[in-house]
Nanobody
């Protein structure tokens, strides 16, 4: 019914930049919060950044000043601009969105399959 597809991950030098994208598609009526999470091996998944439908943002302390989250509501897409990347940023990044679907206007959290950022 709903898919989140991430793109933009890859290999980058320390200090470099990457831009992640996540497009939601399917039986969508409305999207509330969208966000990016990451999970290193052996660790819990952690919130990196989130953005409300109105554009209010929140960031993990470890990425403040380096990462910027944004979204295009017309395209159902969320972005994560990552600058000044550090070795500790290396991991898999997952997109998340709280979506209201057309069918009975049910609300649920959806996840992408992840994209690897490595430096």
């Amino acid at each position: 019914q709903v898919q989140l597809v991430e793109s933009g991950g890859g290999l980058v030098q320390p200090g470099g930049s990457l831009r992640l994208s996540c497009a939601a598609s399917g039986n969508i009526f409305f999207i509330y919060d969208m966000g990016w999470y990451r999970q290193a091996p052996g660790k819990q998944r952690e919130l990196v950044a989130s953005i409300t439908a109105e554009g209010s943002t929140a960031y993990a302390d470890s990425v403040k000043g380096r990462f910027t989250i944004s979204r295009d509501n017309a395209k159902n897409t969320v972005y994560l601009q990552m600058n000044s990347l550090k070795p500790e940023d290396t991991t898999i990044y997952y997109c998340n969105a709280r979506i209201v679907i057309m069918t009975f206007h049910q609300t649920a959290d959806y996840w992408g399959k992840g994209t690897l950022v490595k430096n």
